[in-house]
């Protein structure tokens, strides 16, 4: 196994995320950040929180030219939560219709 990837399958997220600044040695590159996002995917259950550290990821790919292909793999992935769920949303959510009211 390549110390690459041992950084992948690091225990933390935060540790998984900076390993997007490793040296991924020829290999296919959408492969690499493909085991990076389905590491936090175990390491981390709740969906905000998966979040968050896909918007670090995303962040520090930009230091390796890599954001595009981040990008693409997020959407591939389909890492998607329910906004319901993030406290507040509620309110902004009725915010939102009471000036859709304002403007009908």
Request: charged share 45%; with cysteine; net charge positive.
């Amino acid at each position: 196994m390549s110390k690459e990837y041992d950084k992948v399958r690091r225990r933390t997220p935060v540790e998984v995320i900076i390993s997007i600044l490793c040296d991924y040695k020829g290999r296919d590159v959408r492969m690499f950040i493909r085991e990076i996002l389905e590491r936090i995917r175990e390491l981390v259950k709740e969906e905000t929180l998966q979040s968050k550290y896909i918007k670090q990821l995303e962040i520090l790919s930009n230091l390796r030219d890599l954001q595009d292909y981040v990008g693409e793999e997020v959407d591939k992935m389909a890492f998607i939560f329910d906004l319901t769920k993030i406290t507040g949303f509620d309110k902004v959510e009725k915010k939102a219709e009471r000036k859709e009211g304002k403007k009908g």
